[in-house]
């Protein structure tokens, strides 16, 4: 706009002199018809306007780009508004995920052709977890290239224990109803870990994870609920479709449980069906799992020891009325061919990790 109002007054001051020239000097005269001659007015308006343009072109450049790094400008502030309210969002989950308990899955477990596989389903499972810490003991005299590695590379967090059963305990020759009792040193050393590395001020739910069950992600979220001792149904178990406390509708109490086998059990429940609060596992130093007792009764001995009757139980998963946890225990594996080839001295997992 300046440079346009410049040239109109270059226009005026020329158009002036051109008259005060004329009469006194003939080559002034001359020079000031070649001057205004239509054709140079129209050249010297066209240079004008091509200034004028070139000008407003540079401008309109300078303009654009301009334009351009404010949009970016603008699309980078918002991007940094996204970003904090995600962070905002993550602080809030983060809060959330501290005030919950841990929950602690003792897994005793021993070296067989299923175990891997046993493994990797409850690992996968417990990845979904974020407030959780795997103790897995083997019933080793030595930790396990397998489970050793297998823990290292699970994400997970995790305390590798291992203590094999004394050899004293695989036979029970004189009481008819004796059967090898399974993890019971494995998960009396998980408590003796627990008492000696965590104190009253951790906040924690104490759970045996035997690892032939099946266990959906929704029963670690009612487990963050338990006071004292935990209760609820387990799938396929006990010679049943379901195992279960039962549960007085208007009281919401644990009045009795469903068993049928051995159902004069103090606690007639299976081991994946209860969970205990790290609090009463510290205060209750001497409790242990033993080998005296009779098959089936481990989980009524290590409870018996902690609160006096059912009536301390507290009923999760809806009231005692869903499932969420299975007996699935993998079927043996059929291996005949394998000893033929062993004998060959040739087995088909020679070098290979099953
Ligand atoms: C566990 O295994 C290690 C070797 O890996 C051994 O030194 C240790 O004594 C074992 N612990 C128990 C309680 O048997
Ligand atoms: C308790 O509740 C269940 C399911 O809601 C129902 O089937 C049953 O009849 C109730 N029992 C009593 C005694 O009210």
Same mark, same amino acid.
């Given at each position: ?38 054709? *140079?007015?129209? /050249?010297?308006? !066209?240079?004008?306007? %091509? @200034? &004028? ?134 998960? *009396?050393?998980? /408590?003796?870990? !627990?008492?000696?590395? %965590? @104190? &009253? ?134 291996? *005949?061919?394998?000893?033929?080839? !062993? ?12």
């Amino acid at each position: 706009m300046v440079g346009t109002a410049e040239q109109c007054h270059g226009v005026t001051a020329m158009t002036e002199s051109i008259f005060f020239v004329e009469e006194s000097n003939p080559k002034k005269k001359m020079w000031s018809r070649f001057c205004c001659s239509k054709s *140079n007015v129209v /050249l010297f308006l !066209i240079s004008v306007i %091509l @200034t &004028q343009w070139l000008i407003f072109y540079q401008e309109y450049h300078k303009w654009q780009a301009f334009q351009e790094k404010w949009n970016n400008y603008i699309s980078e502030l918002s991007d940094v508004q996204t970003k904090i309210s995600r962070i905002n969002e993550l602080e809030g989950k983060i809060a959330d995920i501290k005030s919950r308990p841990t929950i602690y899955a003792i897994t005793p477990t021993f070296a067989r052709p299923v175990q891997k596989a046993e493994l990797t389903r409850l690992a996968q499972t417990f990845l979904h977890i974020f407030n959780f810490h795997w103790i897995v003991v083997e019933d080793s005299v030595k930790k396990t290239d397998l489970v050793t590695n297998f823990l290292a590379q699970s994400r997970l967090a995790y305390t590798h224990l291992n203590v094999s059963t004394p050899p004293n305990y695989k036979l029970g020759k004189n009481d008819p109803n004796w059967k090898k009792p399974r993890g019971v040193e494995q998960r *009396n050393a998980a /408590l003796r870990w !627990i008492r000696e590395s %965590l @104190t &009253q001020d951790d906040n924690g739910i104490v759970f045996f994870a035997d690892d032939d069950n099946t266990y959906s992600i929704k029963l670690f979220r009612e487990m963050e609920k338990i006071k004292t001792v935990g209760v609820w149904p387990v799938g396929l178990v006990g010679g049943l479709m379901v195992e279960k406390p039962i549960c007085d509708n208007v009281t919401r109490k644990v009045v009795g449980f469903n068993s049928v086998w051995k159902p004069d059990r103090p606690f007639p429940l299976d081991m994946a069906g209860f969970a205990v609060n790290l609090r009463l596992i510290l205060e209750h130093k001497n409790a242990w799992f033993s080998f005296t007792v009779q098959s089936g009764y481990q989980e009524s001995e290590i409870l018996r020891q902690m609160i006096p009757g059912i009536e301390h139980l507290e009923p999760l998963a809806d009231f005692c009325t869903k499932v969420y946890v299975w007996h699935t225990r993998t079927e043996p594996p059929k291996l *005949n061919d394998e000893q033929l080839l !062993i004998k060959k001295g040739k087995p088909s997992n020679a070098g290979i990790e099953v």
